[in-house]
Nanobody, 118 residues
């Protein structure tokens, strides 16, 4: 059974940091690119960061470049999103997504809420 379980969300003040984790099971993690998306109320889901299955190549949305870092641990089947200098506009539900490198099939997690507010 495929599972993506996000954790690490919560309430943080502007300028603060959070580290999200996504634990994967039920599929060959190393064959999947891993991404973090987010969806704020009333807005479409958007790609935040992505890390490739091979080589660890990363991509980021312009809005988070220089503030967020994505990494993966293939031994632990886990992907991380380190978020620094958080802003109120980063408030959203953050979703983990696994994309199969051969056919683009996706698995999604249930999401974790991140709220940036004073």
């Amino acid at each position: 059974q495929v599972q993506l379980v996000e954790s690490g969300g919560g309430l943080v003040q502007p300028g603060g940091s959070l580290r999200l984790s996504c634990a994967a099971s039920g599929f060959s993690f190393r064959n999947y690119a891993m991404s973090w998306y987010r969806q704020a109320p009333g807005k479409e889901r958007e790609l935040v960061a992505r890390i490739s299955s091979i080589g660890g190549i990363t991509n980021f949305a312009n809005s988070v470049k220089g503030r967020f870092t994505i990494s993966r641990d293939n031994a632990m089947n886990t992907v991380y999103l380190e978020m620094n200098s958080l802003k109120p506009e980063d408030t959203a539900v953050y979703y983990c997504c696994a994309t199969f490198m051969y056919n683009g099939a996706n698995y999604w997690g249930q999401g974790t809420q991140v709220t940036v507010s004073s």
